[in-house]
């Protein structure tokens, strides 16, 4: 009786698993993992490997900016820079660093799904580094995914301590954009908690803590943070500057030929104020940005930062109390409270 059902039963097996049916398989089972989940395939194994290579340092970022692609960016040619890490993209296409700048390259030319894509693919294959992951994050808020930016920033921050002042300052800041002042304070003093002399995160405390309503001991903050700034060199976004074009002089004549083409960008206006006062020239600075932020029309005086530029040139100045009257009004700016 069940001699028949045996054999029938042999014949199925012997039939599913013929070579061909095989073959098909583990066709199908390589295409899985090379196409469908690549990431998973090229997956660092553990820290040490990561570290080995180099992409737990923070020396990844600087290798980043000095990539050849990044660097067709900075000279304004954006299609030979998206050619250039295509190219190396497809000989390498999970090396590391090589992915995170094809990523950062799509996401400036404005090919944003694409960047974003690829730098979410290195958080896969490079979980271990918190720069890689920094990377992202940078790329989400300058692509404009600010609730996914803050989710990352956020995750970074709890994950690392808080003497990695990185994440939670420019969390920080996409709080302030985000019209949420008080879990900005929040990030920030826990850097101030770790690194007490750390300028800047003292003057976006005191910003933070004024954007709550502590106009003055925001105020105080503020000041404690640009005399310690003044020590420490220039700010992290005109730093970034003077790198990207190569010395102070270069980044300041750069500066003055981009406003005499275009006098109404004001974030260059910002930006030789802020050369200008990191060399000690204040005269030079307040006539930049003095008469605008007096005009409320102008398109400076809606914006912070000047007012708190100028707060800062006031109070180098001896002017306390048009310093306190600026920083008030950028206060009241970054709350909507005209």
Sequence with gaps: ????????????FSGIFSWQVAVALVGAVLFWFSIIRPDSVAMLGDRSDAASLGLCSVDLLEKIKQSKPIQLLHKGQNDQAVAAAKEALTKHPYDVMTVIVAGNVDCAAGKKDEGLALLRKSTFLCPQSRYVGLNYARGLASTGNI????????TLAQTFPNEWAAPRLELADLLLQDKQPALAVERLKEVVAADGKNGYARRKLGLAMAAVGDSK???EEFIKGCALESEQGPPPDLQAFIDKIGNHNKAEEELKRAIANNPGDTTNVILLAELLVNADRLKEARGIIYAPLQ????????IPEAHFLQAD???????TEQALMEFRRGAKIITGVE
């Design 1 to 12: 009786m069940h001699a028949p059902m045996t054999r029938n039963t042999d014949s199925i």
């Design 147 to 154: 609730p996914d930016a803050v989710d990352k920033y956020w």
């Design 217 to 219: 001991q925001g105020f």
């Design 295 to 302: 005009n409320p029309q102008s398109a400076l005086y809606k």
């Design 313 to 319: 040139i006031a109070n180098q100045s001896g002017d």
